[in-house]
Protein backbone atom coordinates (compact mmCIF):
# COMPACT_ATOMS: atom_id res chain seq x y z
CA UNK A 1 0.00 0.00 0.00
CA UNK A 2 1.35 3.59 -0.63
CA UNK A 3 2.48 5.45 1.96
CA UNK A 4 0.70 9.17 2.45
CA UNK A 5 3.13 12.23 3.73
CA UNK A 6 0.43 15.04 4.49
CA UNK A 7 1.56 18.80 6.63
CA UNK A 8 0.90 17.84 10.06
CA UNK A 9 -1.48 21.45 10.27
CA UNK A 10 -2.03 24.11 8.41
CA UNK A 11 -3.85 27.55 9.09
CA UNK A 12 -6.35 29.66 7.04
CA UNK A 13 -8.73 32.20 7.28
CA UNK A 14 -12.33 32.68 5.59
CA UNK A 15 -12.89 33.23 2.58
CA UNK A 16 -9.49 31.99 1.10
CA UNK A 17 -8.21 29.15 -0.92
CA UNK A 18 -6.78 26.18 0.50
CA UNK A 19 -4.69 23.39 -1.12
CA UNK A 20 -3.79 20.52 1.02
CA UNK A 21 -0.68 18.46 -0.88
CA UNK A 22 -0.27 14.85 -0.58
CA UNK A 23 3.33 13.10 -1.12
CA UNK A 24 2.76 9.35 -2.69
CA UNK A 25 6.09 8.81 -4.22
CA UNK A 26 5.40 4.78 -4.49
CA UNK A 27 1.91 5.21 -5.82
CA UNK A 28 0.85 1.99 -7.97
CA UNK A 29 -0.68 1.81 -11.18
CA UNK A 30 -3.62 1.19 -10.45
CA UNK A 31 -4.10 2.71 -7.18
CA UNK A 32 -6.51 6.52 -6.81
CA UNK A 33 -6.50 9.51 -4.67
CA UNK A 34 -9.39 10.05 -2.15
CA UNK A 35 -9.65 12.44 0.16
CA UNK A 36 -11.62 12.59 3.46
CA UNK A 37 -13.12 15.25 5.91
CA UNK A 38 -13.32 14.59 9.61
CA UNK A 39 -14.71 16.34 12.40
CA UNK A 40 -14.38 15.48 15.46
CA UNK A 41 -16.43 12.53 17.15
CA UNK A 42 -17.55 11.70 13.50
CA UNK A 43 -17.11 9.28 11.11
CA UNK A 44 -14.86 10.55 7.95
CA UNK A 45 -16.70 12.16 5.38
CA UNK A 46 -15.84 11.81 1.02
CA UNK A 47 -14.67 14.48 -0.37
CA UNK A 48 -13.27 13.43 -3.97
CA UNK A 49 -11.82 11.18 -5.51
CA UNK A 50 -9.22 10.79 -8.65
CA UNK A 51 -6.77 8.84 -10.84
CA UNK A 52 -5.48 11.56 -13.06
CA UNK A 53 -4.86 14.92 -14.06
CA UNK A 54 -8.66 17.13 -12.06
CA UNK A 55 -11.42 16.04 -11.10
CA UNK A 56 -13.92 18.62 -9.65
CA UNK A 57 -16.74 18.72 -7.74
CA UNK A 58 -19.32 21.09 -5.83
CA UNK A 59 -16.74 20.85 -2.35
CA UNK A 60 -13.17 20.79 -3.56
CA UNK A 61 -11.14 20.14 -6.61
CA UNK A 62 -8.53 17.41 -6.58
CA UNK A 63 -5.54 17.97 -8.63
CA UNK A 64 -3.16 15.28 -9.93
CA UNK A 65 -0.09 15.88 -12.26
CA UNK A 66 1.01 13.26 -14.81
CA UNK A 67 3.91 11.23 -12.31
CA UNK A 68 0.91 11.06 -9.98
CA UNK A 69 3.14 10.96 -6.94
CA UNK A 70 1.64 14.06 -5.34
CA UNK A 71 -1.90 15.19 -5.26
CA UNK A 72 -3.47 18.33 -4.22
CA UNK A 73 -6.98 19.21 -2.38
CA UNK A 74 -8.20 23.02 -3.37
CA UNK A 75 -10.83 23.67 -0.89
CA UNK A 76 -12.04 27.39 -2.35
CA UNK A 77 -13.43 30.04 -0.05
CA UNK A 78 -13.18 28.40 3.17
CA UNK A 79 -15.32 28.76 5.93
CA UNK A 80 -15.14 28.31 9.94
CA UNK A 81 -17.09 24.74 9.37
CA UNK A 82 -14.08 23.71 6.93
CA UNK A 83 -12.05 23.42 10.83
CA UNK A 84 -11.54 19.51 10.52
CA UNK A 85 -8.94 16.94 9.82
CA UNK A 86 -7.83 16.10 6.00
CA UNK A 87 -6.91 12.67 5.03
CA UNK A 88 -5.50 11.87 1.81
CA UNK A 89 -5.74 7.78 0.91
CA UNK A 90 -4.01 5.75 -1.64
CA UNK A 91 -5.03 2.84 -2.92
CA UNK A 92 -6.17 -0.12 -5.44
CA UNK A 93 -10.15 0.24 -5.03
CA UNK A 94 -10.56 -1.69 -7.95
CA UNK A 95 -9.20 -4.92 -6.18
CA UNK A 96 -10.83 -3.96 -3.30
CA UNK A 97 -7.75 -3.26 -0.97
CA UNK A 98 -8.73 -0.76 2.41
CA UNK A 99 -7.52 2.17 2.59
CA UNK A 100 -4.83 2.62 5.56
CA UNK A 101 -5.14 6.09 7.34
CA UNK A 102 -1.83 8.05 7.36
CA UNK A 103 -1.94 11.04 9.96
CA UNK A 104 -3.94 13.85 7.87
CA UNK A 105 -3.91 17.31 8.08
CA UNK A 106 -5.24 18.98 10.79
CA UNK A 107 -6.98 22.72 9.07
CA UNK A 108 -8.07 25.50 10.99
CA UNK A 109 -9.66 28.41 9.35
CA UNK A 110 -10.09 31.56 11.68
CA UNK A 111 -11.85 34.26 11.16
CA UNK B 1 -23.21 9.30 -2.11
CA UNK B 2 -23.75 6.12 -0.20
CA UNK B 3 -24.98 6.19 3.78
CA UNK B 4 -23.41 3.93 6.30
CA UNK B 5 -24.80 4.09 9.56
CA UNK B 6 -24.07 3.03 13.28
CA UNK B 7 -26.03 2.18 16.11
CA UNK B 8 -25.30 2.53 19.14
CA UNK B 9 -24.08 6.11 18.67
CA UNK B 10 -22.76 5.57 22.14
CA UNK B 11 -22.39 3.41 24.93
CA UNK B 12 -21.10 3.29 28.53
CA UNK B 13 -20.71 -0.50 30.06
CA UNK B 14 -19.08 -1.88 33.26
CA UNK B 15 -15.83 -3.94 33.00
CA UNK B 16 -16.03 -7.41 32.10
CA UNK B 17 -19.24 -6.85 30.00
CA UNK B 18 -19.31 -7.43 26.08
CA UNK B 19 -21.15 -4.47 23.90
CA UNK B 20 -22.39 -4.79 20.49
CA UNK B 21 -22.19 -2.55 17.57
CA UNK B 22 -23.88 -2.75 14.19
CA UNK B 23 -22.92 -1.02 11.29
CA UNK B 24 -25.49 -1.02 8.24
CA UNK B 25 -25.35 0.14 5.03
CA UNK B 26 -28.35 1.91 4.24
CA UNK B 27 -29.01 2.18 0.40
CA UNK B 28 -26.75 -0.42 -1.13
CA UNK B 29 -25.28 -4.00 -0.82
CA UNK B 30 -22.06 -4.35 0.61
CA UNK B 31 -19.98 -7.69 0.56
CA UNK B 32 -17.22 -5.91 2.69
CA UNK B 33 -17.11 -3.51 5.04
CA UNK B 34 -14.33 -2.55 7.49
CA UNK B 35 -14.11 -1.66 11.53
CA UNK B 36 -11.57 0.91 12.88
CA UNK B 37 -10.79 2.56 15.71
CA UNK B 38 -9.55 5.65 16.78
CA UNK B 39 -8.37 7.01 20.06
CA UNK B 40 -7.93 10.55 20.69
CA UNK B 41 -6.08 12.36 18.74
CA UNK B 42 -5.03 9.81 16.37
CA UNK B 43 -5.77 8.60 13.15
CA UNK B 44 -8.41 6.04 12.03
CA UNK B 45 -6.31 2.31 12.54
CA UNK B 46 -7.79 -0.74 10.56
CA UNK B 47 -8.64 -3.63 12.57
CA UNK B 48 -10.06 -5.98 10.27
CA UNK B 49 -12.19 -6.74 7.55
CA UNK B 50 -15.47 -8.43 7.33
CA UNK B 51 -16.45 -10.39 4.33
CA UNK B 52 -20.54 -11.33 3.89
CA UNK B 53 -20.73 -15.08 4.44
CA UNK B 54 -17.10 -15.81 5.44
CA UNK B 55 -14.67 -15.22 8.60
CA UNK B 56 -13.11 -11.48 9.14
CA UNK B 57 -9.61 -10.77 8.49
CA UNK B 58 -8.06 -9.61 11.62
CA UNK B 59 -5.42 -7.06 11.75
CA UNK B 60 -1.92 -7.84 12.98
CA UNK B 61 -2.23 -7.22 17.14
CA UNK B 62 -6.00 -7.44 17.06
CA UNK B 63 -7.64 -10.16 19.32
CA UNK B 64 -9.76 -12.13 17.07
CA UNK B 65 -11.29 -13.84 19.95
CA UNK B 66 -11.94 -10.46 22.05
CA UNK B 67 -13.22 -8.67 18.51
CA UNK B 68 -15.77 -11.09 17.19
CA UNK B 69 -17.17 -9.66 13.73
CA UNK B 70 -20.09 -11.17 12.10
CA UNK B 71 -21.56 -10.24 8.66
CA UNK B 72 -24.44 -11.91 8.38
CA UNK B 73 -25.76 -10.19 5.24
CA UNK B 74 -25.05 -7.70 2.21
CA UNK B 75 -25.70 -4.71 4.61
CA UNK B 76 -25.03 -5.64 7.90
CA UNK B 77 -21.97 -6.25 9.78
CA UNK B 78 -21.81 -6.58 14.18
CA UNK B 79 -18.67 -5.86 15.87
CA UNK B 80 -19.02 -7.57 19.33
CA UNK B 81 -16.15 -6.25 22.01
CA UNK B 82 -16.26 -8.86 24.49
CA UNK B 83 -15.21 -8.66 28.21
CA UNK B 84 -14.61 -5.32 27.39
CA UNK B 85 -11.76 -3.36 29.62
CA UNK B 86 -10.91 0.31 30.08
CA UNK B 87 -8.21 0.31 27.33
CA UNK B 88 -10.84 -0.54 25.04
CA UNK B 89 -12.78 2.46 25.23
CA UNK B 90 -12.40 4.44 21.77
CA UNK B 91 -13.81 5.33 18.96
CA UNK B 92 -15.08 2.75 16.36
CA UNK B 93 -15.90 3.38 13.24
CA UNK B 94 -16.89 1.13 10.53
CA UNK B 95 -17.26 1.65 6.66
CA UNK B 96 -18.34 0.13 3.57
CA UNK B 97 -17.22 0.04 -0.30
CA UNK B 98 -19.76 1.17 -2.96
CA UNK B 99 -19.00 0.53 -6.47
CA UNK B 100 -18.74 3.78 -8.64
CA UNK B 101 -17.88 4.42 -12.19
CA UNK B 102 -14.46 2.98 -12.93
CA UNK B 103 -13.64 2.51 -9.17
CA UNK B 104 -14.77 1.81 -6.06
CA UNK B 105 -15.52 4.22 -2.94
CA UNK B 106 -15.49 3.52 0.69
CA UNK B 107 -18.01 5.62 2.84
CA UNK B 108 -17.77 6.10 6.84
CA UNK B 109 -20.35 5.66 9.17
CA UNK B 110 -20.98 8.19 12.12
CA UNK B 111 -18.50 6.28 14.84
CA UNK B 112 -19.57 4.96 17.76
CA UNK B 113 -17.92 6.36 21.09
CA UNK B 114 -17.85 2.98 24.05
CA UNK B 115 -16.57 4.21 26.96
CA UNK B 116 -15.77 0.94 29.78
CA UNK B 117 -15.59 2.06 33.48
Known amino acids: LAKTTQPISMDSYEGQEVNITCSHNNIATNDYITWYQQFPSQGPRFIIQ???TKVTNEVASLFIPADRKSSTLSLPRVSLSDTAVYYCLVGDNNAGNMLTFGGGTRLMVKP | GAVVSQHPSWVICKSGTSVKIECRSLDFQATTMFWYRQFPKQSLMLMATSNEGSKATYEQGVEKDKFLINHASLTLSTLTVTSAHPEDSSFYIC?????????????FGPGTRLLVL
Open chain 2, 95 to 107: SARVRTSGSQTQY
Open chain 1, 50 to 52: GYK
